[in-house]
């Protein structure tokens, strides 16, 4: 199976990354979703045991698909940090540790539902903070996955995930995107974000990403 597949969607063609992103060739875009960047940090202020370097982690993964991909913008489809308390000097410190690697790409932000309560990223950051819907011909780019009344829409939030069944009662979750003509999501880019089984109707066609691949799910 291959690192990514070609879609052609509402007349783009765009590539869905085994890595939970997206590219978009004809803008040298790289979309992402619901990073939540922070949120270990956020359930150890509540002295809950959750692994660490989950942030490193989240943005290495980042850095290795900009460095893959001929990228001029980054779009971050909402949730970029998880909670105010999750705004640790550590976790501030290599997000400007990651910035300072990449200071000609633009990053616009679509606010999400914890972008709202964690507050906007440090000025410094250099990201470009937007209200939903943002329009980029020819999408809607949101969080929230709300219809839009002109605009097919690429949108988070979901956190969408597949649950393969097997015949001797093996389970296995990946996260997938959804593609829909009207609303289309993304995965959880995320290292530490969990997922919701999604079960969606024709003519939605289903993606996995798994072990490096990403392959369509039969309609």
Request: charged share 20%; aromatic share 8%.
């Amino acid at each position: 199976m291959p690192a990514h597949v070609e879609i052609e969607l509402c007349g783009a063609r765009l590539w869905l990354l085994a890595d939970r992103a997206l590219y978009w060739p004809a803008r040298r875009a790289l979309l992402v979703a619901d990073l939540h960047i922070g949120k270990a940090a956020s359930y150890r202020a509540l002295h809950q045991p959750v692994p660490r370097g989950t942030t490193a982690a989240t943005l290495a993964r980042l850095e290795a698909l900009l460095a893959a991909y001929p990228c001029e913008q980054l779009f971050v489809l909402g949730d970029f940090i998880h909670a105010r308390s999750g705004r640790a000097p550590a976790t501030l410190g290599l997000l400007r540790d990651w910035r300072e690697r990449h200071p000609a790409l633009h990053i616009g932000l679509i606010r999400g539902n914890h972008d709202r309560h964690a507050g906007d990223p440090p000025a410094q950051l250099g990201i470009e903070v937007l209200d939903q819907p943002w329009l980029l011909e020819p999408f809607a780019l949101q969080h929230e996955p709300t219809v839009h009344a002109t605009r097919p829409v690429l949108a988070g939030h979901v956190h969408p995930v597949c649950v393969l069944r097997g015949r001797a009662r093996q389970r296995l979750r990946l996260p997938c995107f959804v593609i829909d003509e009207q609303v289309s999501l993304l995965p959880a880019f995320g290292e530490f974000t969990g997922g919701w089984e999604v079960m969606p109707s024709a003519p939605a066609r289903l993606y996995v990403a798994g072990d490096g691949q990403v392959w369509p799910l039969p309609r």
